[in-house]
């Protein structure tokens, strides 16, 4: 399963904006006292019934919608293998993006973690089968770097303007960025031909601009392609894989805690 990135939150964001908003919430299901933490079972459900959702935003990978009546905020992580779904009353998926390995249309909501129950009967669910998501009220989003989509020039080069860490991690810093994760930060370093850990303090004005234009390139399309898993590098990152862009072997580093993969002979250190 490909862990959500910003490509993939936006797409639940999308599914909740075209079948969850102005629609009257009747039954809330906060049962889960793991994925609502740190709130008790039932209070959040106190805070929503009666109200709609109203708007839904994403900053990065946290997502939260607005309430009727000036009510709280409703934060919605995905966590590693959420999925937004909006079911009919009879149960039938009738939107849930489609980057989920999961069954389109079948009713089996085993692993829904959280549900809000409409006027009509339809239902918005967190299905969760690790069960890392995570749902609370007001959630805290001021710690987070600008947005990835939209960040501007400026932004960006802020972000890595100073300082040891490796570029990568530094990509990987949602306070200095919001939105990449492991798979489009090897997406945006291959694009721009960069090694993953060269020290962002060692970067020049074009390194940096080249990662720009590769980062806006990578969201657009992921976007545009459903996810994460649609770009171009991404079928290339194992063992024995070859640079789609030059044939040479892909070289495997662990940057950041985390396994990244980068061609040999362009991204070579």
Known sequence: ????????????????????????IVEV???????????????IREALLGRTLVAAHRRGKSMWCDTSDDGPELGVHLGMSGKIVIADPDGT??????????????GDYR?????????????????DPRRLGRVRLDPPVESLGPDAATMTP??????LARGTAPVKARLLD???VAGIGNLLADQILWSARINPGRPVGELTPDDVNRLLRATRRAVRSAIAGGGVHTLELIPFRFAGGH?????????????????SWWCSREQAY
């Open 1 to 24: 399963m490909i862990m959500p990135e910003l490509p993939e939150v936006e797409s639940a964001r999308a599914v909740i904006e075209r079948g969850g908003l102005r629609r009257k």
């Open 174 to 176: 949602q306070e200095a």
């Open 154 to 159: 400026a932004q960006f080069r802020a972000a």
């Open 93 to 106: 998926e009738i939107d849930g993006g489609d980057y989920w390995e999961g069954r389109r249309g079948s």
């Open 243 to 259: 640079c789609p862009r030059d044939g040479a072997p892909m070289e495997k580093s662990t940057v950041g805690g985390r396994t």
């Open 29 to 43: 299901d906060d049962s889960d006292s793991y994925v609502c933490r740190p709130h008790l079972p039932g209070q």
């Open 111 to 127: 692993w829904s973690r959280f549900a809000l129950t409409f006027a009509d009967g339809g239902r918005l669910l967190l299905v």
